[in-house]
């Protein structure tokens, strides 16, 4: 599987942004696809998974109520939209992929994007 992340981009803090995670391949369907981020200095930390249907969705409690992840299975896509974003959301989040969505909330994903940036500024 290959994604390839989009959307990032300066937002002031309050504000949204949607970002978008195309996947590669027949069997999208078959992996549960999630949200990392790495902020300059920190180590990467889970941000939102949901399930190979879309039924089920996780949020880290720094994004809960924030942040809905969903996808379209019928287009490969997966997406964050990001609400209400403030300084500490600033960080490059990786799109991520795994038959095994434990591994995604874990941070240790068989597949990941590459990153897109999102700077909140105050």
């Known amino acids: 599987v290959q994604l390839q992340a989009s959307g990032g981009g300066l937002v002031q803090a309050g504000g949204s942004l949607r970002l978008s995670c195309a996947a590669s391949?027949?069997?999208?369907?078959?992996?549960?696809m999630g949200w990392s981020r790495q902020a300059p200095g920190k180590e990467r930390e889970f941000v939102a998974s949901?399930?190979?249907?879309?039924?089920?969705?996780f949020y880290a409690d720094s994004v809960k109520g924030r942040f809905t992840i969903s996808r379209d299975n019928a287009k490969n896509m997966v997406y964050l939209q990001m609400d209400s974003l403030k300084p500490e959301d600033t960080a490059v989040y990786h799109c991520?992929?795994?038959?095994?969505?434990?591994?995604?909330?874990?941070?240790?994903?068989?597949?990941w994007g590459q990153g897109t940036l999102v700077t909140v500024s105050s």
């Open positions: 949901i399930n190979r249907g879309g039924g089920s969705t």
């Open positions: 391949g027949r069997t999208f369907s078959s992996y549960a």
């Open positions: 991520a992929a795994d038959q095994v969505l434990h591994n995604i909330v874990v941070v240790s994903p068989k597949y």
